[in-house]
């Protein structure tokens, strides 16, 4: 996922403010993950929850990321589609459906544990940080399908 946000942020950051806040995010998004996950570097102890903090501002954090996409991002790449190509706007109806999918295990996923404390840590969370994990990364690689669409065919 980290090499995702990489390839992105090199193809196409500093092309549009809103599109770097918004990669910037997730990378932050997923350096979170990667922790809570204990993935290298960030080992964490054998059968260690992550703390109830971090899991609240990985929450957080998921949240801010879901809304830029939802109410700044896509409207915006709908927008550019629709006036350049039917093409464009097939793409982008064809991926805004499979996107809403990846959000609604995130937001089952944030329902959970937003607001947990270290009692509430049940032991289905390993299974749902994995459930999220793919459904983030099946995310990002339409995102960056949606964004590159965006860039190669509508850049003025």
């Known amino acids: 996922m980290l090499t995702r946000v990489e390839k992105a942020q090199q193809k196409w950051g500093g092309s549009h403010t809103v599109i ?15 922790k809570m996950a204990g993935f290298s570097p960030y080992d964490k102890k054998e059968h260690a929850l ?3 903090a971090q899991i609240e501002s990985f929450c957080q954090i998921l949240m801010d990321y879901l809304s ?7 409207d915006d790449i709908a927008k550019a589609c629709e006036n350049k190509g039917v093409q464009s706007q097939a793409l982008a109806n064809d991926i805004y459906p499979r996107i809403s999918n990846t959000t609604d295990v995130a937001l089952d996923f944030n329902d959970k544990y937003a607001e947990v404390n270290k009692d509430d840590l049940l032991k289905d969370f390993d299974n749902d940080l994995s459930v999220i994990g793919e459904a983030l990364e099946a995310r990002f690689a339409l995102e960056d399908e949606l964004i590159d669409n965006l860039f190669s065919n509508h850049t003025d």
């Open 68 to 74: 830029a996409g939802h109410f700044e991002i896509y």
């Open 50 to 52: 992550p703390e109830p």
């Open 20 to 34: 770097d806040k918004w990669l910037n995010e997730r990378q932050d998004l997923i350096v979170l993950f990667c």
